[in-house]
């Protein structure tokens, strides 16, 4: 039998005729499945995320999949994009700060780094009702009379922004107000308009034609981002994006789109308190380290700018297990006030809470207390607090943990002029922190007495006076001391 008359078996024909006309169609569709969680895919569900390692985050979504063969027009299209590309030296590119643009809001500036940046892509996350796009337009607010800014909202009417606008006062001519959820119509208008800056509120409500998917889907999130990005880099426009985070975590997130973006800022707090935090996440233009702290008022947003003073407010007098211990964010030191609640336990297992630091970290000084000071804690139920809301880890709190700890154990009282800090080791040790001159000078400026600090540390902050310098060793040093 020669080659030619072979017969195919009708399953396989079958399948050839199938691959045949998919080649001819060029496009079809398949199901993916994303983990809402980091955006990483699989072709199959899985209980489990292998990236994140998250449980319960995969999603089914149809993406348009197809054979497509290149032309001959767009591979020369590409070999001339090669040819005009052009290659620059890195000491032939001119780069200021001064090219960063102040948003009027002092702390916004600090956590971005100094303002600005002309063409950054910028990701303000957070819960629904925290403050997002209260401080978004309160940017739009402070520029609006210097470049023409565009607020997209896919969430609000023109009517009911210009209602929350009124509350914080008089907006120049300079804003101007789209409420489109269509990409496509969005990437002409910011073509068109050409504006100074572009606020996206939010972008869980973008969505793009192409992408078969319901806005908010993670593939929607990805396209609609990146589009943002383009304009921003092709265009030199600064952009920033709003999202939302929920805890059942059934709307793709910002943290799908943290590699994608230049910096994430995140707002932290209880949204029905009076305090917000922002925090650097992530800033290719700037340090991480820094925070800016607001309070929420009924014209919106107000810059606390003495941290300190505003977390010490309404600090019990002497009252045991409370201590004031000092943490750096950045370059800011931040006075905290740290709470302990040590009581004896009802139940066979002591309950052990941590509130605004590390859980396992309190476990761990508690465990060296009993080791190196012989306090049987055992048996006692023990309650950390940080004042004010606020979250801090930063190891220079451990001898303010500790501190706090002994004296709700023993039921005495520090003497409120009295600031500690220092991190401990396992041995009991206390040892030295970062920057321990901008930590007593605050404890100076708001007037307290005494500090105690790690020995190896005094003689860096010698030139300080008015207050007193005291160094420990050790954990015992320091009960003894107080």
Same mark, same amino acid.
């Given at each position: 039998?020669?080659?030619?008359?072979?017969?195919?078996?009708?399953?396989?024909?079958?399948?050839?005729?199938?691959?045949?006309?998919?080649?001819?169609?060029?496009?079809?569709?398949?199901?993916?499945?994303?983990?809402?969680?980091?955006?990483?895919?699989?072709?199959?569900?899985?209980?489990?995320?292998?990236?994140?390692?998250?449980?319960?985050?995969?999603?089914?979504?149809?993406?348009?999949?197809?054979?497509?063969?290149?032309?001959?027009?767009?591979?020369?299209?590409?070999?001339?994009?090669?040819?005009?590309?052009?290659?620059?030296?890195?000491?032939?590119?001119? =780069?200021?700060d001064d090219v960063r643009c102040k948003t009027g809001i002092g702390e916004l500036d600090r956590v971005l780094g100094g303002g600005i940046v002309p063409g950054?892509?910028?990701?303000?996350?957070?819960?629904? @009702?925290?403050?997002?796009?209260?401080?978004?337009?309160?940017?739009?607010?402070?520029?609006?009379?210097?470049?023409?800014?565009?607020?997209?909202?896919?969430?609000?009417?023109?009517?009911?922004?210009?209602?929350? =606008?009124?509350?914080?006062?008089?907006?120049?001519?300079?804003?101007?107000?789209?409420?489109?959820?269509?990409?496509?119509? &969005?990437?002409?208008?910011?073509?068109?308009?050409?504006?100074?800056?572009? &606020?996206?509120?939010?972008?869980?409500?973008?969505?793009?034609?192409?992408?078969?998917?319901?806005?908010?889907?993670?593939?929607?999130?990805?396209?609609?981002?990146?589009?943002?990005?383009?304009?921003?880099?092709?265009?030199?426009?600064?952009?920033?994006?709003?999202?939302?985070?929920?805890?059942?975590?059934?709307?793709?997130?910002?943290?799908?789109?943290?590699?994608?973006?230049?910096?994430?800022?995140?707002?932290?707090?209880?949204?029905?308190?009076?305090?917000?935090?922002?925090?650097?996440?992530?800033?290719?233009?700037?340090?991480?380290?820094? &925070?800016?702290?607001?309070?929420?008022?009924? =014209?919106?947003?107000?810059?606390?700018?003495?941290?300190?003073?505003?977390?010490?407010? @309404?600090?019990?007098?002497?009252?045991?297990?409370?201590?004031?211990?000092?943490?750096?964010?950045?370059?800011?030191?931040?006075?905290?006030?740290?709470?302990?609640?040590?009581?004896?336990?009802?139940?066979?297992?002591?309950?052990?809470?941590?509130? @605004?630091?590390?859980?396992?970290?309190?476990?761990?000084?508690?465990?060296?207390?009993?080791?190196?000071?012989?306090?049987?804690?055992?048996?006692?139920?023990?309650?950390?607090?940080?004042?004010?809301?606020?979250?801090?880890?930063?190891?220079?709190?451990?001898?303010?943990?500790?501190? =706090?700890?002994?004296?709700?154990?023993?039921?005495?009282?520090?003497?409120?002029?009295?600031?500690?800090?220092?991190?401990?080791?396992?041995?009991?040790?206390?040892?030295?922190?970062?920057?321990?001159?901008?930590?007593?000078?605050?404890?100076?400026?708001?007037?307290?007495?005494?500090?105690?600090?790690?020995?190896?540390?005094?003689?860096m902050v010698k030139g300080i006076k008015g207050i007193k310098i005291v160094g420990v060793k050790t954990i015992s040093d320091a009960v003894n001391t107080i």
């Amino acid at each position: 039998m020669n080659r030619g008359d072979f017969v195919y078996p009708p399953c396989f024909s079958a399948g050839t005729q199938r691959y045949e006309k998919g080649k001819r169609m060029g496009k079809g569709k398949k199901s993916v499945f994303f983990c809402q969680n980091c955006g990483h895919e699989e072709s199959k569900w899985l209980g489990q995320c292998p990236a994140c390692g998250e449980w319960n985050t995969f999603v089914e979504e149809k993406i348009e999949s197809g054979i497509s063969r290149g032309s001959n027009a767009s591979a020369r299209s590409v070999r001339e994009s090669i040819r005009e590309a052009k290659v620059v030296s890195l000491t032939e590119v001119a =780069a200021d700060d001064d090219v960063r643009c102040k948003t009027g809001i002092g702390e916004l500036d600090r956590v971005l780094g100094g303002g600005i940046v002309p063409g950054s892509l910028v990701l303000v996350g957070g819960d629904p @009702g925290i403050g997002k796009s209260t401080l978004l337009l309160q940017v739009c607010r402070e520029l609006a009379g210097q470049k023409k800014i565009l607020y997209i909202s896919g969430e609000e009417s023109q009517t009911q922004i210009k209602l929350r =606008a009124n509350r914080m006062g008089d907006f120049a001519s300079g804003l101007l107000l789209l409420c489109e959820t269509n990409l496509e119509i &969005i990437r002409g208008v910011i073509e068109k308009q050409r504006p100074g800056l572009v &606020i996206i509120d939010s972008i869980q409500t973008m969505y793009s034609e192409d992408i078969s998917s319901t806005p908010g889907s993670v593939s929607q999130v990805r396209e609609s981002t990146n589009i943002f990005m383009q304009l921003a880099k092709g265009m030199c426009i600064p952009i920033f994006i709003v999202g939302h985070v929920t805890k059942e975590g059934t709307v793709a997130g910002p943290r799908v789109l943290e590699h994608m973006v230049d910096t994430v800022l995140y707002f932290e707090g209880d949204r029905h308190a009076s305090y917000r935090i922002l925090r650097a996440v992530k800033n290719r233009f700037g340090s991480t380290n820094e &925070i800016g702290v607001f309070e929420m008022r009924q =014209a919106g947003l107000v810059e606390v700018e003495n941290p300190s003073e505003y977390m010490l407010s @309404g600090r019990p007098d002497n009252a045991s297990g409370s201590v004031v211990a000092c943490s750096m964010e950045g370059t800011r030191p931040i006075l905290i006030e740290i709470q302990a609640l040590v009581c004896r336990s009802n139940f066979g297992m002591p309950r052990r809470t941590a509130a @605004g630091t590390d859980y396992n970290r309190v476990n761990l000084l508690m465990a060296v207390l009993e080791k190196r000071l012989g306090m049987a804690l055992g048996s006692s139920d023990a309650y950390v607090n940080i004042a004010g809301g606020i979250r801090m880890n930063e190891p220079a709190i451990d001898l303010g943990i500790v501190m =706090a700890l002994v004296s709700s154990y023993r039921n005495r009282p520090i003497d409120e002029k009295t600031i500690v800090f220092g991190e401990v080791g396992l041995s009991g040790e206390v040892r030295a922190v970062n920057m321990p001159e901008q930590r007593v000078a605050e404890a100076k400026k708001l007037g307290f007495e005494t500090c105690i600090l790690p020995e190896v540390s005094v003689k860096m902050v010698k030139g300080i006076k008015g207050i007193k310098i005291v160094g420990v060793k050790t954990i015992s040093d320091a009960v003894n001391t107080i």
